[in-house]
């Protein structure tokens, strides 16, 4: 069996970010078969249904993504039932990185890469995992690498927010799948 060194530390996503985006996911998703059957459309429920899981296991393979720091260097990884589908793992040596590079993203946000001595490739670090602030604070240690400034992408008020609003959509779920089950 394989040994961690003491020192190894895993940062999985954030509860609050998985539980934030697999609510919006089926808050969103849900009604749909009942509004099918409410407007008529000739598509078996089991069909949405088998979509609807498709689609959630989706979204929980992506979010099953984690971090793994330890004396060597950085992992990002995930669970071999998704790594063989579309998610690819990546990993490097702290001697193979040379900086953090910051980069705006379309929204106007802050993301970091990685990037290696050689120049010829990045690395995105992972910004949404329970934990970053000790990450980050790892990072600094092995790399000697200024990582006072760096913020994760989103705060965690941000999902909290999200997810108060996703509690209000759920209401607004119970009343369409109610008044598209009675028909009324």
């Known amino acids: 069996m394989n040994n961690p060194s003491i020192s190894e530390s895993i940062f999985p996503i954030s509860p609050l970010i998985k539980i934030t985006l697999l609510n919006l996911y089926f808050a969103l998703t849900i009604p749909l078969p009942f509004l099918a059957k409410f407007a008529s459309v000739n598509i078996p429920m089991e069909v949405f249904f088998l979509f609807l899981f498709i689609g959630a ?75 970053f602030n000790l990450m980050v604070k790892k990072v600094q240690e092995k790399t000697n690498i200024d990582t006072t400034n760096i913020k ?33």
Do not use: C, H
Request: net charge positive; charged share 20%; glycine share 6%.
């Open 57 to 131: 296991m989706a979204i929980v393979g992506i979010l099953s993504e984690r971090v793994t720091v330890n004396e060597e260097g950085i992992k990002v990884s995930y669970p071999q039932w998704v790594s063989w589908l579309w998610r690819k793992e990546w990993s490097l040596k702290w001697t193979e990185i040379d900086s953090l590079r910051m980069r705006t993203t379309g929204q106007g946000g802050l993301v970091y890469y990685f990037v290696t001595k050689t120049k010829d490739k990045a690395y995105l670090l992972p910004m949404r995992i329970s934990g």
């Open 152 to 184: 994760p992408l989103a705060q965690p008020w941000m999902y909290l927010f999200l997810l108060v609003f996703t509690f209000f959509l759920w209401l607004i779920d119970i009343w369409t799948i109610s008044t598209a089950l009675t028909g009324v």
